[in-house]
């Protein structure tokens, strides 16, 4: 770390943000003289409900407050803002209309259009009409298995325009993970898509529809959406199916009517990973993810009516239903989907250029790949109209924020940013009015009472420990699904510390007022009793050009633990002890001893889940020879098999 930021808005930028807006109308209707964002920070954990009413304000949600109750109870689990409250997601979303680009898409090289406002509200307003002749009402669940397509966004903001449930994986998903997911929430409509498009690999779909689709009683209609241009071919083989246009095609487009159901009802169902079981189905509700997403865009990323925002996700990960929520800011969605490194390594810098992207949404995984794949995108594309680069899904090593200001843009708000699936959103995330400095997340999000507490729950400072949120926030969840006891929901977040949420991150506060994620707590190394975060090895291994990437454990070892690294190197690279030593000395000199592996071990694979975060407790499990519960959340399973009765573990 260094007390010399990397970056610094001017002053004048800094003045201009919507954050230095919204803190002056809470100076005015308060009688308050706020000055900076820590002082509002401050503000907005000690008055929740004042804060999240001027968000709605602000924000300009369009719905019925009722009462003015703002905020009911002050437990977690259990408390509830704007009791009384009712809205519509999709009414808050679909504002603009007009002829102005509302998507843009690229499918790697294959497939690129567009659609205006007025294409969007006429898909959402046949989509509706469609689903509602179908059967699907206010709290039924309609399951997605779709690319990141516009007719993705457009369909599920039909499904929430009439009160009913969105839930969606990602294309490549296997069976097993489809219906561990979708099987528990029964849908009554199922949207697959024929195929998709990977790393210029054309995947039929075909099938994989026809196994999961008999699978899904309840799924009363199949709905095939184009892409690969044979929906027609898997349609008639898929059972209960029809093509997306055979869905729509008795219904003309009229304006749209939204039924406003009460603020905490379920908008969208989001899953655990599922590697240690059947994955845990988290429902979140309209009106907390509405008001917590429309602060992030506008006060946190500072997006703008017309700025044009991308994210490099997933339907299977919670940054698309972040990233979709962006046209509730007036925004244009810049949507990709297929390889981020097809058919080249600075594709989607070409994209950014071309398309004028305001914000660049990615991960920190992209980002060191990036570095390593020797990608100057400063020098080779003009990325003037990027003011925000935004980064999430694991901790981003102090490097990477160097190679971003180096060889991406200089002149760049760079937000690494930490939430997960649990509140789809962020605990700490970007500042628009502060010094980025190196390896750091510049704040924790505004309403968020976000600490770090040690074993015994007392507040610490540059020291690791746990992340905790000690107040209600909007976008706790709802519920689990067929959780009726509130139990499973009870023990994933509360059983540590009663009435205070425990993420399950090893974090820690710097003497500049910003957080270090090391890494899961639950994957915390525990050597000779010292706690090491797993974030801390990988910063320092993936500085070393022959080795791509890393994944830590702690093997269970003559009455101890001991760290275990594993390694894929470059094509071509051995590791040999010259490596090793380098290794190391890396580790040693730039984390500490502690943090020097017992056994490093050259891996050809890594196995992660499949929004590309790695998984050590599932290599943990295989070391240690027990069974990886749920396989089927692996993007690449068969990597598990790599790992089991190494010799080299035996001593």
């Known amino acids: 770390m260094t007390d010399k930021p990397l970056w610094i808005p001017s002053p004048e930028r800094v003045a201009a943000t919507q954050v230095m807006d919204f803190m002056r109308q809470v100076n005015d209707r308060h009688g308050l003289s706020l000055t900076s964002y820590k002082d509002l920070h401050a503000w907005s954990v000690a008055h929740p409900g004042l804060f999240w009413d001027q968000v709605w304000d602000y924000c300009g949600v369009i719905g019925d407050k009722g009462g003015r109750r703002l905020i009911d109870g002050d437990r977690m689990p259990g408390a509830q803002f704007f009791p009384d409250a009712s809205i519509n997601f999709a009414e808050n979303l679909l ?35 469609a689903l509602k002749a179908a059967g699907v009402g206010k709290g039924d669940r309609v399951a997605a298995m779709l690319p990141n397509l516009p007719e993705s966004v457009a369909l599920m903001l039909a499904v929430t325009s009439i009160g009913a449930i969105w839930s969606s994986c990602s294309p490549d998903f296997g069976e097993r993970g489809v219906l561990d997911r979708f099987g528990q929430i029964e849908p009554k409509v199922f949207l697959a898509v024929d195929g998709y498009w990977y790393n210029g690999k054309a995947i039929d779909l075909t099938d994989r529809l026809t196994h999961i689709a008999g699978q899904l009683p309840t799924a009363q209609k199949v709905i095939i959406v184009p892409y690969l241009k044979i929906a027609d071919k898997v349609a008639a083989a898929v059972p209960r199916a029809v093509t997306l246009e055979a869905f729509l095609a008795p219904f003309t487009a009229k304006p749209v009517i939204y039924e406003r159901v009460p603020f905490n009802h379920p908008v969208y169902i989001l899953y655990s990973s599922g590697t240690t079981g059947v994955p845990k189905c988290i429902v979140h509700g309209g009106g907390g993810t509405l008001l917590q997403h429309l602060k992030e865009h506008r006060l946190q990323s500072d997006v703008r009516e017309g700025d044009r925002v991308f994210y490099f996700t997933t339907l299977g990960w919670m940054m698309w239903n972040w990233l979709v929520s962006g046209i509730g800011a007036g925004a244009t969605l810049i949507l990709w989907d297929g390889s981020p490194f097809a058919p080249k390594p600075d594709v989607l810098f070409e994209y950014a250029q071309d398309e004028k ?7 920190a995984k992209y980002i060191d790949a990036l570095k390593k794949a020797d990608v100057h995108p400063a020098k080779t594309h003009d990325l003037s109209s990027v003011r925000v680069m935004t980064s999430t899904g694991s901790p981003l090593a102090a490097e990477s924020f160097d190679y971003v200001y180096s060889d991406i843009k200089s002149d760049l708000h760079l937000a690494s940013i930490s939430g ?93 007022g910003g957080l270090i994620i090391h890494g899961r707590s639950d994957a915390t190394l525990n050597p000779g009793g010292v706690r090491i975060g797993t974030a801390e090895i990988y910063a320092q291994v993936e500085q070393i050009p022959e080795v791509l990437e890393a994944i830590a454990i702690g093997q269970d070892f003559d009455n101890d633990v001991r760290v275990v690294l594993f390694v894929r190197c470059k094509e071509g690279v051995t590791l040999d002890d010259n490596l090793r030593d380098t290794i190391k000395k890396k580790i040693r000199t730039g984390a500490s001893p502690r943090h020097v592996p017992a056994k490093i071990i050259q891996i050809a694979d890594i196995p992660r889940t499949k929004s590309g975060k790695i998984t050590e407790l599932a290599v943990r499990d295989v070391v240690h020879g027990r069974a990886v519960k749920n396989t089927e959340a692996l993007a690449n399973p068969e990597a598990l098999k790599l790992y089991e009765g190494l010799a080299e573990l035996r001593t």
């Open 95 to 129: 504002r603009k209309t007009g002829s102005g680009d509302a998507m843009v898409f690229r499918g790697e090289d294959k497939v690129s259009y567009r659609l205006t406002w007025d294409d969007v509200h006429a898909l959402v307003s046949r989509a509706q009409q």
């Open 357 to 363: 992207i305001t914000l660049f949404g990615t991960s």
């Open 420 to 512: 997960g699936t649990d509140i789809v959103s962020c605990f700490v995330l970007g500042d628009p009015t502060a010094p980025v400095y190196r390896g750091e997340i510049q704040a924790a999000g505004l309403g968020m009472a976000v600490d770090v507490w040690s074993d015994d729950g007392q507040h610490i400072e540059q020291e690791k420990g746990e992340l905790v949120c000690t107040r209600p926030f909007t976008s706790m969840p709802v519920m689990f699904w067929n959780d009726p006891d509130g139990k499973k929901y009870r023990a994933a977040y509360f059983e540590r510390f009663p009435n205070v949420w425990c993420h399950g991150d090893f974090a820690e506060w710097t003497k500049h």
